[in-house]
């Protein structure tokens, strides 16, 4: 389920304008036939992590699938003025745009592929208009779910093994963020959600208990409790801190009594508020001594990967973290920070490739030539190392990896190396050629790639940095376009 079913209705005027400027512009200049690729990438790992996972590929390749200009699309370009007050774009144009179609071929890495900076999460090449309406509705959709769905296997990972829960919809920065989120969260590796709709438009398991409000509708806790067991009794997690944590306990503990005694268990008891680690030991052991101990803990209140991790070092004992506004909004993270660049052009399909490259006083800035390919290389014991590499120069048996923004920094890969490239064909002159594997095995792929890299790499805080160097014939392909360029630019003094 796609954005092109969720909002029924035409995205292409989901762009920037100068997007569509720049298409009118190749069109009237006669450029509009040029073959271009493009590469979308990041240039620093979000969170101050060593990673992120890829997440947003099947709801792009959704968007290039359903790319059309309807009438009305155009009826609302035609009324674009320019500084003469005349209309911006020409009729003929407008034509064109309509009939035109988003007859690209793209290469992605799988959803849930762990990935680092400078490596192509996408690789777009076709007709260079087609390719440049794609930039905005990608990075769109790529940035905000590969960030959503690194921030949630961070906290997943913190949680130890402890299933989490999004409950992030109702502070989501809005309807498609909620389902955006809930849906990149999933990939992350969080268990369930409690956003119905993406549960029903993406698969993904639904859970919930009650609010406060449900205690505050009685004159007493216990009696609401034991209201909400009546009508629930396969789902009654009880939120114990309306009023006093512990008394709530108490209270939730005479209903998971009277629950055994219907032939029912307590599911559990919530905790949103307070001492988490305290209470949470506080409430098992009170759970237990009355018999209770497979009724679960469940915590919530602002929690991250960070607070997580710190309870966990208190011996905290929590079993289920829900987990909302710090996983759906990236806290900490507001952007990936995701570019699409122009790597290569020709004049037609059987002409060369001319690569191009664009400066930057930050060297990461720098942009890297080429049509690019990443190879993936590892060993029974995990994931060793990744090698940018342009496919039309390929790679030698032991190919020498050069870091891109330190080039005394290099490595030998050894012949014999096993690996695996990682982006894959999707659309071919904008069919599919691939299809989109269901949620539950992205998710599953998340969970395997991360379990295939050192702890280093996945530690919270200062993490090891994974190697990824581009192969020497691509770094010195860079180097030479980089200089070239600077010949071009006249010097200025000071």
């Known amino acids: 389920m796609?954005?092109?079913?969720?909002?029924?209705?035409?995205?292409?005027?989901?762009?920037d304008f100068y997007q569509l400027t720049m298409a009118a512009a190749a069109w009237k200049s006669g450029v509009?036939?040029?073959?271009?690729?493009?590469?979308?990438?990041?240039?620093?790992?979000?969170?101050?992590?060593?990673?992120?996972?890829?997440?947003?590929?099947e709801d792009a390749v959704d968007l290039v699938l359903h790319h059309g200009f309807t009438e009305d699309d155009r009826a609302f370009l035609a009324g674009q003025r320019g500084s003469d007050g005349k209309p911006l774009f020409e009729a003929a144009f407008l034509d064109w745009l309509g009939a035109a179609r988003l007859d690209?071929?793209?290469?992605?890495?799988?959803?849930?592929?762990?990935?680092?900076p400078h490596e192509p999460l996408l690789r777009v090449r076709g007709p260079v208009v087609p390719c440049m309406l794609l930039e905005t509705p990608l990075l769109a959709i790529v940035n905000f779910q590969t960030l959503i769905a690194t921030k949630a296997a961070r906290t997943v990972l913190a949680a130890r093994g402890g299933p989490v829960v999004d409950f992030g919809l109702r502070r989501a920065q809005g309807i498609d963020?909620?389902?955006?989120?809930?849906?990149a969260a999933y990939v992350g590796g969080v268990a369930a959600t409690s956003n119905v709709l993406a549960g029903k438009l993406y698969g993904i398991p639904v859970k919930g208990t009650h609010a406060h409000s449900w205690v505050m509708l009685f004159d007493d806790e216990l009696e609401a409790f034991m209201a909400y067991a009546r009508a629930m009794?396969?789902?009654t997690i009880l939120l114990v801190d309306t009023y006093d944590s512990l008394e709530g306990v108490r209270r939730a503990v005479e209903v998971g009594r009277w629950l055994a005694q219907q032939g029912r268990r307590l599911a559990g008891i919530r905790l949103d508020s307070g001492d988490l680690a305290w209470l949470s030991q506080q409430a098992r052991g009170m759970l237990d001594e009355a018999g209770l101990s497979d009724a679960a803990i469940v915590a919530s209140n602002e929690l991250d990967e960070h607070v997580i991790q710190a309870l966990q070092d208190q011996k905290a004992a929590i079993g289920i973290w829900g987990v909302g506004t710090r996983l759906v909004t990236g806290w900490g993270e507001p952007a990936l920070g995701g570019?699409?660049?122009?790597?290569?052009?020709?004049?037609?399909p059987d002409e060369p490739w001319s690569y191009r490259v664009k400066l930057s006083e930050q060297l990461a800035k720098t942009t890297v030539p080429g049509i690019q390919q990443v190879r993936r290389y590892h060993d029974a014991g995990g994931f060793l190392g990744d090698v940018l590499f342009d496919t039309g120069i390929g790679l030698p048996p032991s190919p020498e990896m050069v870091d891109p923004l330190d080039f005394t920094r290099r490595r030998i890969i050894p012949e014999g190396t096993p690996h695996?490239?990682?982006?894959?064909?999707?659309?071919?002159?904008?069919?599919p050629v691939r299809k989109a594997p269901p949620l539950a095995e992205v998710r599953a792929r998340a969970a395997d790639q991360l379990g295939r890299f050192h702890a280093g790499v996945k530690r919270l805080v200062h993490p090891h940095a994974y190697p990824v160097g581009l192969e020497r014939g691509l770094y010195d392909l860079r180097t030479r376009l980089i200089l070239e360029a600077r010949q071009r630019v006249p010097r200025r003094s000071r």
Do not use: C, I, M, W
């Not at 796609?2 to 762009?15: D, F, I, K, M, N």
């Not at 963020?177 to 849906?183: N, T, Y």
């Not at 490239?421 to 069919?431: E, F, H, K, N, S």
């Open 2 to 15: 796609g954005p092109s079913q969720v909002y029924r209705t035409s995205l292409a005027l989901l762009t």
């Open 32 to 57: 509009a036939g040029k073959e271009a690729v493009f590469h979308l990438s990041f240039r620093r790992n979000p969170f101050e992590g060593g990673y992120a996972v890829a997440a947003g590929l």
């Open 104 to 116: 690209v071929d793209v290469d992605a890495v799988p959803e849930g592929t762990v990935v680092f």
């Open 177 to 183: 963020g909620a389902l955006s989120a809930s849906r």
């Open 233 to 235: 009794p396969a789902n």
């Open 339 to 348: 570019v699409y660049k122009l790597s290569a052009v020709r004049d037609g």
């Open 420 to 431: 695996e490239d990682l982006l894959v064909p999707v659309l071919r002159g904008g069919a």
